[in-house]
């Protein structure tokens, strides 16, 4: 059974600092994996989805790479903002169109 | 710009009532998502949709939740009777690819679920 973990469950930066925020699975047999952002009492809103056979992906200020092999993912967002401030969700898909959601990394940047 | 949408945003009931929710996912989405997400946790699939066909509802409370998509469009997630423990956000999404990779998916802003 696929597990995902994000460690640390919650960071604090000063702005302009920047952040790096990691995602681990069990599984490596994965079609994709994809960062969310999700702030308080809303939905999820997609922010990089990188297939299996990539190693990166970029979107202006974030950067998330893969290593299926070590079973990694880390997003990198640069020069942070305070509205940078939300939960920053990964999520690996497997065979069958399974989605499994890691716990969440609660991020806020102080001005 | 295309959005998933749900109703309500908010439901507030007592334990051993009924209550729905809906989603309306982007035109032409054939692949819909019901999460349940626990304040503090990663959402967790209820179900899972290809068109009008159930695809996943391994993790689905059968005893209680039930949840259609009869014309392969919008879709109902039902609980009766409610429990404390289902207080949650019920989160809806869906994504265009069906089959070997689900694609970006796309959420709505969910329904926040209160059971006294």
């Given at each position: 059974k696929q597990e995902v973990t994000q460690i640390p469950a919650a960071l604090s930066v000063p702005e302009g600092e920047n952040l790096v925020l990691n995602c681990s699975f069990?599984?490596?047999?994965?079609y994709n994996l994809q960062w969310f952002r999700q702030d308080p009492g809303k939905g999820l809103t997609s922010l990089l989805l990188i297939q299996s056979s990539q190693r990166e992906q970029t979107s202006g200020r974030l950067n998330a790479s893969l290593d299926k092999s070590s079973g990694r993912s880390t997003l990198y967002i640069a020069?942070?903002?305070?509205?940078?401030s939300a939960t920053y969700l990964c999520a690996v898909e497997a065979a069958g169109n399974k989605l499994t959601f890691g716990g969440g990394t609660r991020v806020l940047v102080k001005p | 710009e295309a959005e998933v949408a749900q109703s309500p945003r908010y439901k507030i009931t007592e334990k051993s009532q009924a209550v729905a929710f809906w989603c309306d996912p982007i035109s032409g989405h054939a692949t819909l998502y019901w999460y349940r997400q626990i304040l503090g946790q990663g959402p967790e699939l209820l179900v899972q949709f290809q068109d009008e066909s159930?695809?996943?509802?391994?993790?689905?409370?059968k005893d209680r939740f039930s949840a259609e998509r009869l014309k392969g469009v919008d879709s109902t997630l039902k609980i009766?009777?409610?429990?404390?423990?289902?207080s949650a956000m019920y989160l809806c999404a869906s994504s265009l690819v069906s089959g070997g990779g689900t694609g970006e998916l796309f959420f709505g802003e969910g329904s926040r679920l209160t059971v006294l």
């Open positions: 069990t599984d490596s047999a994965i020069a942070s903002q305070p509205g940078d | 159930v695809v996943d509802d391994s993790q689905l409370p009766q009777p409610a429990e404390l423990g289902d």
